[in-house]
């Protein structure tokens, strides 16, 4: 389909799924990859992931704050 809305100049990623986690810093990140707990959100992770397939991206998110309000 987004082939043809694009008239076949899609740059497709070959992905099946996303998805997107946001922690206030990297340490906290850490410490949610290593946490036993955050293992029950994984429970059926070995059910439908093939981990050999899996590509992960990492990157900062910035903005400007001033006086309490987003401005960039």
Request: with cysteine.
């Amino acid at each position: 389909m987004m082939q043809d809305i694009l008239k076949g100049n899609a740059q497709l990623l070959p992905y099946d799924a996303i998805c997107t986690f946001v922690f206030p810093d990297y340490l906290s990140w850490a410490k949610f990859l290593y946490d036993k707990d955050s293992k029950a959100l994984t429970s059926d992770h070995d059910n439908f992931m093939d981990e050999s397939q899996m590509k992960m991206m990492v990157g900062d998110e910035y903005m400007i704050i001033e006086n309490g309000q987003k401005v960039g």
